[in-house]
């Protein structure tokens, strides 16, 4: 009797397993961004980094698939902070890539001079992340069929996390449309999970150059659709803080 009890029980495991085994993956349906805003005091600080960025730190990630945006303030020479957007497709990859990026022998070795260098004389002063999450209105970037010259990113800050809500819900509700209608690019919207300035949404434009920007700038914030759109008192107080940043593309850039 116990051996019997003992072979159904075995055969009960065994199908659940199996029934376990057939579970589809569910795919992710919005794409995770890392933003990253390194601090860099010096040309050659700022030189030593492009280096191992170009040279190690994009190649090991695009060997994971993930691409790589790189960006330098526009036209501003004397300013040396370095922006970098890794896109994942999901948060699995996201949390998977800082494991795959020391278990990858080929930057482990070619990085290791640099990161030996960098205890000593260390090439950036901080490096503050946004890790935020796709909006429903564009769940994946839109990259530029060819390189653009002039991109724009932009940070807007909420008084609280309803607000932020509000905000993100009047992208997608029309606001987007409205960008699209004027000529304003948008490579990605996503919405901070977790950064030093929550809560908090940042999103990227790019043109072909700074005069393309103006133009149509002009237009999507004179239009009578976002004229009427900003009037809507369930928009009221979204954001409290919103700021911009001209950005130049970087030769190691993948957008």
Same mark, same amino acid.
């Given at each position: 009797?116990?051996?019997?009890?003992?072979?159904?029980?075995?055969?009960?495991v065994a199908a659940a397993c199996g029934n376990g085994a057939q579970t589809p993956v569910q795919e992710a349906s919005k794409e995770i961004y890392e933003v990253r805003l390194y601090?860099?005091?010096?040309? =050659?600080?700022?030189?030593?980094?492009?280096?191992?960025?170009?040279?190690?730190?994009?190649?090991?990630?695009?060997?994971? %698939?993930?691409?790589? %945006?790189?960006?330098?303030?526009?036209?501003?020479?004397?300013?040396?902070?370095?922006?970098?957007?890794?896109?994942?497709?999901?948060?699995?990859?996201? $949390?998977?890539?800082?494991?795959?990026?020391?278990?990858?022998?080929?930057?482990?070795? =070619?990085?290791?001079?640099?990161?030996?260098?960098?205890?000593?004389?260390?090439?950036?002063?901080?490096?503050?992340?946004?890790?935020? =999450?796709?909006?429903?209105?564009?769940?994946?970037?839109?990259?530029? /069929?060819?390189?653009? %010259?002039?991109?724009?990113?932009?940070?807007?800050?909420?008084?609280?996390?309803?607000?932020?809500?509000?905000?993100?819900?009047?992208?997608?509700?029309?606001?987007?449309?409205?960008?699209?209608?004027?000529?304003?690019?948008?490579?990605?919207?996503? $919405?901070?999970?977790?950064?030093?300035?929550?809560?908090?949404?940042?999103?990227?434009?790019?043109?072909?150059?700074?005069? =393309?920007?103006?133009?149509?700038? /002009?237009?999507?914030?004179?239009?009578?659709?976002?004229?009427?759109?900003?009037?809507?008192? $369930?928009?009221?107080?979204?954001?409290?803080?919103?700021?911009?940043?001209?950005?130049?593309?970087?030769?190691?850039?993948?957008?």
């Amino acid at each position: 009797m116990k051996k019997i009890l003992l072979l159904c029980l075995l055969a009960i495991v065994a199908a659940a397993c199996g029934n376990g085994a057939q579970t589809p993956v569910q795919e992710a349906s919005k794409e995770i961004y890392e933003v990253r805003l390194y601090t860099i005091e010096s040309a =050659e600080k700022a030189a030593s980094f492009d280096a191992f960025a170009q040279s190690q730190l994009v190649p090991a990630y695009s060997r994971m %698939g993930i691409k790589t %945006g790189a960006w330098r303030e526009y036209e501003k020479d004397s300013v040396y902070t370095r922006y970098l957007v890794l896109i994942y497709n999901n948060i699995d990859q996201f $949390q998977q890539s800082k494991t795959d990026l020391w278990a990858d022998s080929v930057f482990v070795q =070619e990085s290791a001079a640099w990161f030996k260098k960098n205890l000593d004389d260390p090439a950036y002063k901080r490096c503050e992340t946004y890790l935020c =999450e796709a909006f429903d209105g564009q769940p994946f970037a839109a990259t530029p /069929e060819s390189p653009r %010259g002039f991109y724009e990113m932009r940070i807007y800050n909420s008084p609280d996390e309803e607000a932020l809500e509000r905000k993100v819900r009047m992208f997608n509700s029309g606001e987007m449309d409205i960008f699209a209608a004027a000529g304003v690019n948008c490579l990605f919207f996503g $919405q901070a999970m977790a950064g030093p300035e929550t809560p908090v949404l940042i999103y990227m434009t790019w043109y072909n150059n700074i005069d =393309e920007r103006e133009v149509n700038w /002009e237009k999507f914030r004179t239009s009578d659709a976002w004229t009427q759109m900003k009037a809507d008192p $369930q928009y009221d107080r979204a954001t409290s803080t919103t700021r911009n940043v001209y950005l130049s593309p970087l030769p190691y850039s993948q957008f």
